[in-house]
């Protein structure tokens, strides 16, 4: 290839500058500016390191320079939309090292939540040319008066980790909020930056609406390597945490110049960064990174990172994104990766720099888990990733964005539905889907008319609607974005005798220390700490150093094991000639299992009944993942209840789950038990009471606006509470079950927290494919979900077993 | 503590002996005085749902007919000769102004061939003036004495509301959240009875003085109610 300055694309400027530098414009860069000068949309997918922040502003940059001086001020030129906060303050400060050195007058600046309110205010008087901030950010800006006049010079919008943005709320909205600049500025292409994924087309979709989306892909990088931990005859049967392997981690981190430790959860990145300096004898700076540390320690850490301090940092997906480090030479993948795509991107952290490939090594906690190290590897090495279904909008975020519509100016209805139609995500809203949410947002959507007088939006004697007061418009603001996180507690330092709270040392969920008493100790940021009590909203802790600590939420990964994993490990253990890529006590179970029970054949499902103690049990193996396999559990102990076999619990993980029983279950008809339509009238009268309907429920009714989660005087009396979602969801679904809330809030359960999809397909697939094996002991493979049993809380629907046990407490401690 | 002559009953409800007075707490959260006939029920706030709506959170507007479909169906198993409602029957003062036409005439037929009586709450502190049944401040049957707030000290013989008793219960490793009557066998606070109300957790400092001893719990379940301990409680 000829040096830069000969490609004809770049200005001269431009072409010196990268000469100067030493480097030569690639390829995918060229291109972009090429798409960009055709005015056409386009989805740029290349691995990190490969100069893509740069490929996406390059045109911008070139087109500023050569913009004629206007009469008036510009307004923004291009809007560059981050996932992150921290992304988007980075992205600037990277941006303006060819800006200063070009010498180009082009101002660009960031906007976040935590951008000071003097800065936030130029913004709006004098806009940036290139304005880089957060989707939430973006849904406030077009939800403001004067957002058409703003945006109407807008030539190009960027998305930045698109890939991780647009199969989601947030991604609706964004979606959403991309028609609207459409609207505003016709003219303005839409410029999409993407990791490696399985299916380009579907982002393509996603971003171009109606519109078409070019491709460009950037060289390949160099292979990954990646290595599994093998642990000849170590690996344990059962387990999340990988204590067999920490010293071999430990080493594997010495070898390195900087690793990233990757975990599933935060009870894995606590007990990692205990056991790792436990054996730490080298005082290596290690560091602790996940989402329930106070935000400024986990600045403290990423300040570190960027400047090459530390050795290893364990973390969960909280650096799944984000700024570059160079010198990350190692990603350390602690228990199942559980899905190829998101593994290539952890791997990707690691080296930026094309040429050299990245290294990475799987440590699988137990010997299923074996099993899909192997498969994700040899995934990862075809270039095999697992994909996305297609998205359909959510209608919550649809209202959310519709009121932010009217708090901006009057609309048409009509010319409303269209624009909303152009959005990827809503391409195929229904005209009757759309209404139900205009109703919605004015007065509730309650088919008794009881709230015209106190509509939100209004329709005028215009034909538009607005928002009916500025007070209204006013609190709508508070409350936009789509994200919901759940309610959080404060852990704080007790000081003093009267144990008043201190410092926060970072935030957990409601209920994630549930099975703590106060005075039991437990590990939190790294450090050993005693419950003193709860205080409202602060959880109260005093120091504990050197006890023998307590881990606080047993559960197993967030994510569940992709299906198109799930398949390539099933794949593996079915065919023996496979094997020989394992450890010999691996190899060896798998053995023991055949001889003793059976190895299904891929598309089979093995089925073993046998007794333990007292009690029968059912153990079942379709890996599909722990979210459906909770769903089946539930649904498998209603029908196995009316069979009178009286189940009295179960547990799951991602490969399989138990049920057991009082009475022997191996005369049950598998074929009828597992028939599919356990997905009809069991799933919604089972769903309908489900803790996790009403916690969709709550996140519905906070993203569509029917609860506000902040209020302009955020008060409480500390006396009644207000209103709890919980019976709003109750009284809902006896007067008006067709409500709009209850369908979304159904929707997102099936889709999200119970895997309903995943469920029905798993259940075809089994379709006279049921592998059944009466034992007289437990099997080699069913030891991993049965030592689950204990670690696990107890199962929902338990709320009246826990009333009768507390009273039965109190009725021995009375008769004592 | 031991309540005195706390039995179960096989309606779901617990009975127990109040200033010589047999009371039962109801699953539905009411209290029944056996002998008197009369039904108690606190905090019903009526019109919650269109109290919110007024001011832009469009809440379902079904809390009232909600609330009295279950006022009605304990009116008829129990067939009362009262029934004292014990404050903040509406949520606000212009609530009853807001009413459904229906709502008002189920309202008006429960006066029929029995005594309403409309205890006076800080929610509505006029009480109902278009409605049928006396309004007072506060009512007495025997030795027990029924208000809407509690005396602020341990008081024997009152039955009040006002503070929305809810209860967080632990066992078997994890929790559920109801609501409870909190009595220490001299008074007793029942649970809100409206569909919207939330609630206030025991543990919350606001019942320690109201009581001469840690409080016994008595859980609103499904089809019964529990007695759960002071030991079984925790805070939010």
């Known amino acids: 290839m000829d040096g830069a300055g000969a490609s004809p694309l770049l200005p001269t400027r431009f072409a010196d500058w990268f000469d100067q530098r030493g480097w030569r414009p690639r390829d995918h860069q060229l291109a972009m500016v090429e798409k960009g000068r055709a005015g056409r949309n386009v989805l740029l997918i290349a691995p990190t390191g490969g100069g893509k922040t740069l490929a996406g502003f390059l045109p911008s940059l070139i087109e500023l320079t050569q913009r004629p001086t206007p009469n008036s001020p510009p307004g923004v030129h291009t809007l560059y939309i981050s996932p992150l906060k921290a992304l988007a303050v980075d992205v600037e400060r990277n941006l303006m090292t060819p800006i200063a050195q070009m010498g180009l007058k082009i101002n660009a600046e960031s906007r976040t939540g935590d951008t000071g309110l003097a800065r936030r205010q130029r913004q709006r008087v004098k806009p940036p040319d290139i304005l880089l901030t957060t989707p939430e950010q973006l849904a406030l800006f077009c939800a403001w008066e004067g957002a058409r006049r703003y945006f109407e010079d807008l030539r190009c919008i960027i998305i930045d980790e698109v890939h991780a943005i647009w199969p989601s709320k947030r991604g609706d909205l964004l979606a959403l909020d991309i028609a609207r600049l459409s609207t505003f500025a016709p003219h303005c292409r839409r410029v999409g930056l993407s990791a490696t994924v399985d299916d ?12 078409e989306v070019d491709l460009v892909r950037g060289a390949p990088g160099a292979q990954p390597v990646v290595d599994v931990l093998l642990s000849e005859d170590r690996v344990p049967w059962a387990g999340h945490t990988a204590r067999h392997a920490m010293p071999e981690v430990y080493e594997a981190i010495r070898g390195a110049r900087t690793a990233l430790v990757f975990v599933n959860t935060r009870f894995q990145a606590e007990f990692a960064f205990q056991e790792l300096w436990r054996l730490n004898e080298d005082n290596l700076p290690i560091a602790l990174h996940h989402g329930s540390l106070a935000a400024e320690q986990r600045r403290k850490v990423e300040a570190a990172m960027t400047r090459g301090d530390l050795r290893a940092v364990v973390c969960t997906s909280t650096l799944d994104l984000g700024i570059d480090w160079g010198d990350v030479d190692l990603v350390i993948q602690l228990a199942s990766p559980k899905g190829a795509a998101r593994m290539v991107q952890r791997i990707g952290r690691a080296n930026h720099r094309l040429d050299e490939p990245s290294h990475a090594l799987f440590v699988p906690a137990n010997r299923f888990e074996m099993l899909e190290c192997q498969a994700a590897r040899e995934a990862i090495a075809e270039n095999a990733l697992d994909s996305e279904p297609e998205r359909i909008g959510a209608l919550d975020v649809l209202a959310q964005h519709i009121m932010g519509c009217a708090c901006s100016e009057p609309f048409d209805l009509m010319v409303l539905f269209e624009e909303v139609r152009r959005a990827g995500p809503y391409g195929g809203l229904a005209w009757e889907d759309f209404e139900g949410v205009v109703d919605f947002v004015a007065t509730g959507g309650y088919a008794l008319r009881a709230y015209d007088r106190y509509a939100r939006i209004v329709k005028g004697l215009d034909g538009l609607w607005r928002v009916r007061t500025a007070e209204m418009a006013l609190r709508h603001r508070l409350n936009i974005g789509a994200i919901v996180s759940p309610a959080m507690l404060s852990v704080r330092v007790a000081n003093g005798r009267r144990a008043t709270p201190g410092r926060k040392i970072g935030e957990v969920e409601e209920g994630y220390l549930e099975v703590l008493e106060p005075g039991d100790t437990f590990v939190f940021a790294g450090r050993i700490w ?82 333990r103690g007292q009690r029968h049990f059912l153990v079942c193996y379709p890996f599909e993942g722990r979210l459906a ?39 049950v008809d598998f074929a009828e038990l597992f028939d599919r339509d356990m997905l009809g009238d069991d799933l919604e009268s089972w769903l309908a009471e489900s803790m996790m309907m009403k916690g969709s429920f709550k996140a519905c009714a906070l993203i569509s606006g029917l609860i506000e989660r902040r209020s302009r005087n955020d008060r409480k009396s500390g006396r009644q509470v207000t209103f709890s979602t919980d019976l709003i969801y109750d009284v809902l679904r006896r007067h008006q079950p067709d409500h709009l809330l209850l369908r979304c809030a159904r929707e997102d359960a099936a889709r999200g927290l119970i895997d309903v999809a995943r469920l029905s397909l798993m259940l075809a697939r089994i379709e006279g494919r049921i592998l059944h094996v009466p034992l007289e002991h437990l099997s080699p493979f069913s030891v991993s979900v049965i030592l689950e049993i204990g670690r696990q809380k107890s199962p929902g629907g338990a709320g009246e077993m826990i009333l009768v046990e507390a009273a039965d407490q109190l009725i021995a401690e009375a008769t004592a | 503590m031991k309540l005195q002559g706390l039995a179960a009953r096989p309606d779901g409800g617990l009975s127990f002996c109040l200033a010589d007075m047999e009371v039962v707490c109801r699953p539905s959260g009411a209290l029944w005085l056996v002998d008197q006939r009369a039904l108690v029920v606190a905090d019903l706030h009526f019109e919650k749902g269109s109290s919110y709506a007024r001011r832009g959170q469009l809440l379902p507007p079904y809390d009232t007919r909600e609330t009295l479909d279950r006022l009605e169906a304990e009116i008829d198993r129990l067939a009362p000769r009262t029934v004292v409602l014990l404050g903040d029957s509406f949520h606000d003062a212009a609530a009853e102004d807001r009413l459904a036409n229906d709502d008002r005439a189920r309202l008006l037929a429960l006066a029929g061939g029995r005594s309403l009586v409309w205890v006076q709450g800080n929610h509505d502190v006029t009480g109902p003036t278009s409605l049928l049944g006396d309004v007072v401040a506060y009512h007495v049957v025997g030795s027990l004495s029924f208000v809407h707030e509690p005396a602020r000290a341990p008081l024997r013989w009152e039955v009040a509301g006002h503070l929305h008793p809810c209860a967080r219960v632990r066992a078997l490793g994890s929790s559920v959240r109801r609501r409870c009557f909190a009595t220490d066998g001299e008074r007793i606070i029942l649970p809100a009875f409206g569909s919207l109300t939330g609630g206030l957790n025991l543990r919350d400092p606001a019942f320690a003085p109201l009581m001469r001893q840690p409080p016994l719990a008595l859980v609103l379940g499904v089809d019964r109610v529990h007695p759960v301990g002071w030991a079984s409680l925790r805070g939010d």
């Open chain 1, 200 to 211: 380009p087309d579907l982002i393509r979709r996603w971003l171009g609406g109606a519109g």
């Open chain 1, 530 to 611: 005693r419950l003193a009590g709860l205080t409202g909203v602060d959880v109260l802790v005093t120091p504990a150093p050197g006890e023998d600590a307590k881990m606080p939420s047993w559960g197993g990964s967030k994510f569940a094991l992709s299906t198109f994993l799930a398949r390539r490990v099933r794949a593996m253990m079915s065919d023996a000639h496979h094997w020989q890529v394992l450890p010999r006590d691996v190899r060896e179970w798998l053995e023991i299992q055949r001889d003793r029970s059976a190895i299904p054949a891929e598309d089979d499902m093995l089925l073993e009944t046998f007794p």
């Open chain 1, 629 to 667: 396999h909770t769903t089946l559990a539930m649904l498998l102990t209603r029908r196995l209840e009316r069979l009178g076999v009286g189940p009295l619990g179960f547990v799951c993980n991602d490969y399989a789950l138990a049920v057991w029983a009082i009475k022997p279950m191996q005369g």
